[in-house]
């Protein structure tokens, strides 16, 4: 069983910068990919960014490309997203991911960001 515990979402004018942190049980985290999603009010959940398991490899949406950044910390077991010169669209409930196989097994419960125009 694992756990992941999103936070440091946050209200945010844009142009503006935040980082989210996800916590992850366990003692294994080192050894499964991890990821972003996000869901904005009315619309479905959509891929944000991804990380391999040793944090070398990363693919990320078009839209955040060149604006968001994830990275890991393996010896503390989190997972980070730092997101920059953010916009309005931005604005979603974030949710961190595990991988295995190639599908999400779990889900973080989500931690929202506004960002105000």
């Known amino acids: 069983q694992v756990q992941l515990v999103e936070s440091g979402g946050g209200l945010v004018q844009a142009g503006g910068s935040l980082r989210l942190s996800c916590a992850a049980s366990?003692?294994?985290?080192?050894?499964?990919?991890m990821g972003w999603f996000r869901q904005a009010p009315g619309k479905e959940r959509e891929f944000v960014a991804a990380?391999?398991?040793?944090?070398?490899?990363?693919s990320y949406a078009d839209s955040v490309k060149g604006r968001f950044t994830i990275f890991r910390d393996n010896a503390k077991n989190t997972l980070f997203l730092q997101m920059n010169s953010l916009k309005p669209e931005d604005t979603a409930v974030y949710y961190c991911?595990?991988?295995?196989?190639?599908?999400?097994?779990?889900w973080g419960k989500g931690t929202l960001v506004t960002v105000s125009s």
């Open positions: 991911a595990k991988w295995v196989a190639g599908s999400v097994d779990y």
């Open positions: 990380i391999n398991t040793g944090g070398v490899s990363t």
């Open positions: 366990g003692r294994t985290f080192s050894s499964y990919a």
